[in-house]
């Protein structure tokens, strides 16, 4: 069997699944992974659980109202593609899906007791499967664009801010808060 791995500092890992500077490391472990050892660190523990709630916080602002389990787990794993050469140049553009579809229930085991938390997120569990309602209000937008990774909100604000006016980046996520295309802006300030 193949596997992939990479040497990383526990520092670096941490300040990527918090912050999200290059999404390498954060966009892998938001997706299914077989942890082989780890550690009783506790700091990495809460960021790796940072990092997987601030993937939620993304998909949730760039996904409609209602949306289907499957459709955040696509939203959640095409997260880490943005910008990536691979995407455009020969790969599989469907390589999203391909990895999603068959491993929704890792996702789900995954994410269950992250979305469990969210009050946006009702399980149906007769059904098997989850309904969302996400709130798409001006304060809600802004509630959920407020517990994204700093990265992502020095993105989007360097996206909206016109040069020169040197706005709060609290009152810049206020703004996009308020914008129709609030989903779209988080999609452009995506590291990539």
Known sequence: QMIKYGVISTDALIDDLLHWKTLYVAGRLQKPVKILTQNENNKLQAALVRNLKSAVMAAFLMLPESFSEE?????IAGLSYSGDFRMVIGEDRAKVQNLVTPNV?????????????CPQVVY????????????KSPEGQ???LMALPRTL????TSLVDPPGKNRDVE??????????????VVHQGRPG
């Open 71 to 75: 459709d955040l787990y696509m939203q």
């Open 105 to 117: 229930p890792h996702f789900h085991k995954l994410y269950s007791n992250i979305l469990q938390d």
């Open 153 to 156: 909100q020095q993105r989007i």
């Open 124 to 135: 149906k569990h007769h059904l098997g499967r989850l309904e969302a309602s996400i709130d």
């Open 142 to 144: 802004f509630a959920q």
């Open 171 to 184: 009152e810049i996520l206020l703004q996009v808060a308020h914008d129709p295309d609030c989903g779209f």
